[in-house]
């Protein structure tokens, strides 16, 4: 089985701070998506990465930057954190277009 | 730049009752559709997905949903839910031979009445 591992299920940081999300995958997946979900707006697309090293920014990069030294892990970093940055955080990898992707079970990051 | 609409935010339904759950794309260029179902408190997975080939595709737990092109729709249907279909159902999109980019709609949330 695929395994997609988010390092936190729930974070609770304070405004200001500098935070790392983590992102591991087992399968040696060329992608790998950084997701943010709030109700009502579904899933938007914060940074993907299509390569290692490589990334591109999705609909809503704004507040955030990615790291990928190593295929298997996606790391996201909220420079600075606000208090609209409090979002569920899904991170999810595919081998390629037009196959599955895998998520992992998410980080609920709440900015304080 | 692709966009997947979802037009229905929430849909009620008596179990046993049939189901329809629209997802509508803009894009100039050829596409690959997704379904996604997230169950309360737990991640997305895949429950079906049209890539080529015949129209009509067939998912998991009793899913289809039909590509059509001139509409640039993806619906999803069911033709009896059971409760256990509550949840959240996202339509996906990623372009032909682009960088992979997966972007998702809203959700439509199914809840399903006894």
């Known amino acids: 089985d695929v395994k997609v591992t988010q390092s936190s299920r729930y974070l609770v940081k304070r405004t200001g701070e500098k935070v790392f999300l983590e992102c591991v995958q087992d399968?040696?997946?060329?992608?790998m998506f950084w997701y943010r979900q709030d109700p009502g707006l579904g899933l938007r697309l914060i940074y993907f990465s299509y390569d290692v090293k490589m990334k591109e920014k999705g609909d809503i990069p704004e507040g955030y930057s990615v790291s990928r030294e190593k295929k298997e892990r996606f790391s996201l970093i909220l420079e600075s954190a606000s208090t609209n940055q409090t979002s569920m955080y899904l991170c999810?990898?595919?081998?390629?277009?037009?196959?599955?992707?895998?998520f992992g079970q998410g980080t609920r990051l709440t900015v304080v | 730049a692709q966009s997947v609409t979802q037009l229905d935010s929430q849909v009620p339904v008596f179990e046993e009752a049939p189901v329809e759950l629209r997802c509508n794309y803009s894009?100039?260029?050829?596409?690959?559709l997704f379904w996604y179902v997230q169950y309360p408190n737990q991640g997305l997975q895949l429950l079906l997905k049209y890539l080529s080939g015949s129209t009509l595709v067939k998912g998991i737990n009793g899913f289809e949903a039909e590509f059509n092109k001139s509409q640039t729709s993806f619906h999803l249907r069911k033709p009896s839910v059971h409760i256990s279909d509550t949840a959240e159902y996202f339509c996906a999109v990623t372009v032909h031979y682009n960088t992979d980019k997966l972007i998702f709609g809203t959700g439509t949330r199914l809840q399903v009445f006894p």
């Open positions: 894009s100039s260029v050829s596409v690959y």
């Open positions: 399968m040696d997946h060329e992608n």
């Open positions: 999810a990898s595919t081998i390629s277009e037009g196959f599955e992707a895998f």
